[in-house]
């Protein structure tokens, strides 16, 4: 596979990523993932990254109790939505994405 020339695509790369929110609870993680974010957009020359920063069982949860989680928003692919308001294949589909630790 080729390397792709990240820093002479128009518009910039994208980054879509699940983090878990236990990912962040301490200061060394948060360093990682400033690391992270400075690795992509320096040497990757990147130019947006959309977060989802929420368990997967919380999504489960609010898929079986959306009265419950009725505030809860999501990153779907390029826009924001309440996930209750989802239909039940895209909720799915948040559910299944990888979920990524530091």
Known sequence: MGKL???AIL????LNQKLNPSTL???SDKQ????LLRTFFEVHKGWHIQYNIVS???LLE???????YRDLVVR????SAFFTALSPDTQDDII???EHTL
């Open 96 to 98: 299944a994405r990888t």
């Open 76 to 79: 779907v692919a390029g826009y």
């Open 56 to 58: 997967r069982d919380t």
């Open 5 to 7: 020339p990240t820093g």
């Open 11 to 14: 518009g910039g790369v994208l």
């Open 62 to 68: 609010a898929k079986k109790h959306p009265d419950q």
């Open 32 to 35: 990682k993932l400033m690391v």
């Open 25 to 27: 609870e301490n200061e």
